[in-house]
C-alpha cells in the first residue's frame, strides 16, 4: 500500500498498526523499523541516565521514539529531551507532539542509511531543535550539532550534551551500554 501526500493531521488519523514503525517524511510514509536489541539497549540505558540528570535539575522530560512535527515531518528521534518550559504544551492525545525537543539523539541501526539520519538531523536542528546528537556504532562515531558548531567525534571524545550538564561519558561507553 503506498500512501502518499499526507499531512500532520492524515497521518494522526492512521489506525495504530499502520503508522508503527513508520515517520512521515515529505508527505510519505517511511519505514523505520529494524531496530536491533544493541540499538535499543544504547537508547534504553541512555535515556535512563539522561532523565535521571534532567529530572534532578528540573531540565524536563526525557522520552524515546516520541514523535515530534517538524515542519510537516513526524520523527521520532531515539531519545528526545522536551525542556521544562515545553511540558505544558505537550498533548497527551495525540501521536505527534507539536513541539519541538530542546535535545535529539538519533542511534544508527544496521538497517539505517547515515544521509537520511544526516537529513533529519539537519531538519531537527532548522526547526529549532538547540542540540542534535548522531550516534553511529559501526564506526564508533558521532556527530554533534548545535547553533555554534557541528563537530564529527570519535570513541575516546566526550559525550556532554549541552542540555543535559552533568553527563559525561566517552563515546565509546556510550557505545558500549549494550
Excluded at 70 to 83: C, E, R, V
Aim: proline content about 4%.
Amino acid at each position: 500500500m503506498v500512501i502518499d501526500g499526507l499531512t500532520i493531521e492524515d497521518y494522526e488519523a492512521l489506525p495504530g498498526a499502520l503508522a508503527v514503525n513508520h515517520e512521515l517524511e515529505e508527505g510519505k510514509l517511511v519505514d523505520v523499523s529494524g531496530n536491533t536489541l544493541g540499538h535499543n539497549r544504547i537508547r534504553d540505558l541512555l535515556s535512563r541516565l539522561l532523565d535521571f540528570a534532567a529530572q534532578r535539575s528540573s531540565l524536563g522530560m526525557v522520552v524515546t521514539e516520541q514523535e515530534f512535527d517538524f515542519d510537516g515531518n513526524a520523527h521520532a528521534p531515539d531519545i528526545s529531551l522536551i525542556s521544562q518550559c515545553d511540558l505544558p504544551k505537550r498533548d497527551r492525545k495525540k501521536r505527534v507532539q507539536r513541539l519541538i525537543p530542546k535535545l535529539a539523539i538519533e542511534i544508527a541501526s544496521e538497517n539505517d542509511r547515515v544521509d537520511r539520519l544526516m537529513r533529519k538531523a539537519v531538519r531537527y536542528r532548522s526547526c529549532g531543535t538547540q542540540e542534535v546528537w548522531l550516534l553511529l556504532p559501526e564506526t564508533r562515531q558521532a556527530l554533534h550539532m548545535t547553533p555554534s558548531r557541528q563537530v564529527l567525534l570519535n570513541a575516546g571524545d566526550r559525550f556532554e550534551p549541552e542540555s543535559v550538564p552533568g553527563v559525561s561519558l566517552t563515546i565509546g561507553e556510550v557505545l558500549d551500554l549494550d
